[in-house]
C-alpha cells in the first residue's frame, strides 16, 4: 500500500484505494470526444475506501479546450448536499475545491466510500473545442496537475479531505478529449 501525506508530511494513516479519475458524462471509464467547433463535458470521479469530507482539484487542458463551468448539479456531492463549492478557470486550468460540512451546524456530511463499487461523480466541466479542422483525429489532454492556480496565484494540489486530514498522494486517471471529424 501507499502512504498519504498531511501538509507535506507522511503520516502512519494510510489508503491503498484512494483516486482521481477523468472520465466521460456517462461514467469514469467512457470516452470524451466531439467533433471542432462543439461542446462536451469533461468530468471527475474518485475512490476511496473511506468516507470523504472534501476534495480539492487540479487539472490542467489543453488550450485548444475552452473552459466552460463547472458544476456538481447530479453528483454525489450534489446529492449530499455540499456547502462548499468554488472553482476558477485561467491558463488552461480548472481548480475546483468542494466541501461537504462547511457551515454550522456542522453535521459531519461526508461523501460515501466506493469500495467494492464504481467511482463516484464528483463534478464536471463544460469545454468546447477549437473550431479548427486541422485538429480532426487528435486527442486533447486533459490531466490532474498539481500545482495549477487557474485565474489565481497559488498553486493548488490535488487533494482528498478525510478525518479531518489533506491527502496528497494520490493516484490520477487523465483521459483526452478526442476530436472526431466532422462529417460532411
Do not use: H, K, W
Amino acid at each position: 500500500g501507499g502512504s498519504a501525506t498531511f501538509e507535506g508530511v507522511t503520516c502512519g494513516i494510510t489508503f491503498d484505494e484512494l483516486g482521481f479519475i477523468c472520465g466521460g458524462s456517462d461514467g469514469a471509464s467512457s470516452p470524451i470526444s466531439g467533433t471542432p467547433g462543439s461542446s462536451v463535458d469533461v468530468c471527475f470521479y474518485y475512490t476511496a475506501e473511506t468516507n470523504v469530507q472534501g476534495f480539492q482539484l487540479a487539472v490542467c487542458f489543453d488550450c485548444n479546450l475552452a473552459l466552460g463551468e463547472f458544476s456538481i448539479e447530479g453528483s454525489i456531492a450534489d446529492e449530499v448536499g455540499a456547502e462548499f463549492v468554488n472553482y476558477s478557470t485561467g491558463n488552461c486550468e480548472l481548480v475546483a475545491g468542494i466541501l461537504l460540512d462547511a457551515l454550522p451546524p456542522f453535521d459531519g456530511q461526508t461523501v460515501p466510500p466506493t469500495t467494492g463499487g464504481d467511482p463516484l461523480l464528483i463534478g464536471c466541466i463544460d469545454v468546447t473545442i477549437a473550431d479548427d479542422d486541422a485538429l480532426c483525429d487528435t486527442c486533447l489532454d486533459v490531466s490532474f496537475c498539481n500545482g495549477a492556480t487557474g485565474e489565481g496565484d497559488v498553486p493548488i494540489e490535488n487533494i482528498m479531505v478525510i478525518d479531518f486530514g489533506s491527502f496528497q498522494d494520490i493516484p490520477f486517471t487523465n483521459r483526452c478529449v478526442y476530436v472526431e471529424a466532422v462529417p460532411t
